[in-house]
């Protein structure tokens, strides 16, 4: 029997609302919403991801510019999907919620064999962190109407990425749990 966990990329204030938001974001917020309540029903813990990055260093800037700059608004959860109590809040530097973060440590503590993906840039942060859940021997499923990105071909192109490279499931809210 799988034993899973959610987790929730980079749903913050400056993805939605702030300066590298895009409308396209607005529609995840609900199904994330319905995705974590369901997991914390069935006792499955939350894991959020945060971008937490520090100002005037950080190589991100050079891509995105500034944003989710550490003890800022900006890189707090939007209100929608405030972490509730014994969920995680796991910062990271990079796209990835694994690169040298306590995340896989947690995981393994709590005997979690599958993540559930979850939250903005299908392509590129929870393509990361697929990546590296896939490289520590995780099994990835992708809920379709938990991701997005700024485009549609971004959108379809990393779900087939996760789906064909990582093994991962892309599947509905509805198939989980």
């Not at 392509?123 to 590296?132: L, M």
Request: proline content about 6%; glycine content about 8%; some cysteine.
């Amino acid at each position: 029997m799988k034993k899973y966990a959610v987790i929730v990329v980079d749903m913050l204030n400056d993805f939605v609302t702030g300066p590298i938001s895009s409308p396209r974001v607005h529609h995840i917020i609900e199904p994330i919403k319905k995705l974590c309540e369901k997991a914390r029903e069935n006792g499955i813990p939350v894991f959020y991801a945060n971008d937490s990055h520090t100002p005037e260093i950080d190589k991100e800037f050079r891509v995105w510019g500034p944003h989710a700059v550490e003890g800022t608004p900006g890189a707090e959860v939007i209100e929608e999907l405030k972490p509730q109590k014994g969920d995680y809040i796991i910062p990271k530097k990079t796209y990835s919620a694994f690169f040298e973060t306590p995340l896989e440590l947690i995981l393994r503590e709590r005997g979690v064999d599958t993540v559930v993906i979850t939250g903005w840039q299908a392509d590129c942060c929870c393509r990361h962190t697929s990546a590296d859940a896939f490289f520590r021997g995780f099994d990835v499923v992708v809920p379709k109407e938990t991701t997005d990105t700024d485009t549609e071909e971004g959108y379809c192109g990393g779900l087939e990425y996760i789906r064909k490279i990582y093994g991962g499931t892309i599947c509905s809210v509805e198939d989980l749990f």
